[in-house]
């Protein structure tokens, strides 16, 4: 199976700013690696990464995204099914614009990673980006530019509205109201929504408070929030 267009999605993401490196695999199958050290310290952290993983599968709970914070850098796990897409942050990075672009590349990607084996050694290595995609520096900035322009900032919206419901009712209610919400509003990919859309949404999510006192002034809140995100 040819995988030039997934690697040159995810080489699209590492190009954005403060991405040190990206890792993409599917059970013990190593799909692709361009971190900033060792093939081996790479495939170590996938075993550690995949035995979390299947922990929570087997308990079933779904688990999208994990944001490890170390001394050197930021390690962000955005996961899909049995896929697993890995980026390695520097200072410098947005994770939240990275794990948006993530999660629309592995949304795009969906049906190749289903159809891809996850045993070891299944996908041959890959060649070093720049040997893969030969593109000029001007080709690399059109194809981040592109990337970004298919995403906004949901994730960080998403936490804003998390912490102004949170004001009213715990974290965990929080959580899975907004994802009964989008369930319910048909929303699969709430990254690619338009602003006004995306300002239609957060609303509301507050509009649920039954309380109307403290909606009014969660919705006065969130109007700030909207300012800043500029929606």
């Known amino acids: 199976m040819d995988h030039s267009s997934l690697i040159t999605a995810i080489a699209s993401v590492q190009r954005l700013d403060g991405v040190a490196?990206?890792?993409?695999?599917?059970?013990?199958?190593?799909?692709?690696?361009?971190?900033?050290?060792?093939?081996?310290?790479?495939?170590?952290?996938?075993?550690?990464?995949?035995?979390?993983?299947?922990?929570?599968?087997?308990?079933?709970?779904?688990?999208?995204?994990?944001?490890?914070?170390?001394?050197?850098?930021?390690?962000?796990?955005?996961?899909?099914?049995?896929?697993?897409?890995?980026?390695?942050?520097?200072?410098?990075?947005?994770?939240?614009?990275?794990?948006?672009?993530?999660?629309?590349?592995?949304?795009?990607?969906?049906?190749?990673?289903?159809?891809?084996?996850?045993?070891?050694?299944?996908?041959?290595?890959?060649?070093?980006?720049?040997?893969?995609?030969?593109?000029?520096?001007r080709a690399a900035q059109e194809m981040a530019a592109k990337r970004e322009a298919r995403v906004n900032n949901w994730g960080g919206l998403r936490k804003q509205v998390e912490a102004l419901l949170g004001k009213v009712m715990g974290r965990a209610q929080v959580v899975a109201?907004?994802?009964?919400?989008?369930?319910?509003?048909?929303?699969?990919?709430?990254?690619?929504?338009?602003a006004e859309e995306l300002r239609q949404l957060a609303t509301r999510m507050i509009e649920v408070v039954p309380n109307t006192t403290k909606r009014a002034a969660l919705l006065s809140e969130l109007e700030s929030v909207l300012q800043e995100f500029q929606l």
Not at 86 to 115: C, I, M, Q
């Open 177 to 194: 109201m907004i994802d009964r919400k989008l369930t319910a509003l048909g929303i699969d990919d709430p990254y690619r929504l338009p």
């Open 21 to 137: 490196g990206a890792f993409l695999f599917k059970g013990r199958n190593a799909i692709h690696k361009q971190m900033p050290f060792s093939d081996g310290r790479t495939l170590d952290l996938m075993d550690v990464l995949g035995e979390m993983l299947e922990g929570y599968q087997q308990v079933r709970r779904r688990i999208r995204q994990v944001y490890f914070q170390f001394d050197a850098g930021v390690l962000l796990v955005l996961v899909q099914d049995t896929s697993a897409l890995v980026f390695f942050l520097t200072s410098r990075a947005d994770p939240d614009l990275v794990a948006s672009a993530g999660t629309v590349l592995l949304k795009d990607f969906a049906v190749h990673l289903a159809g891809l084996s996850d045993q070891a050694g299944a996908t041959p290595a890959t060649p070093q980006i720049e040997e893969l995609i030969v593109a000029t520096p």
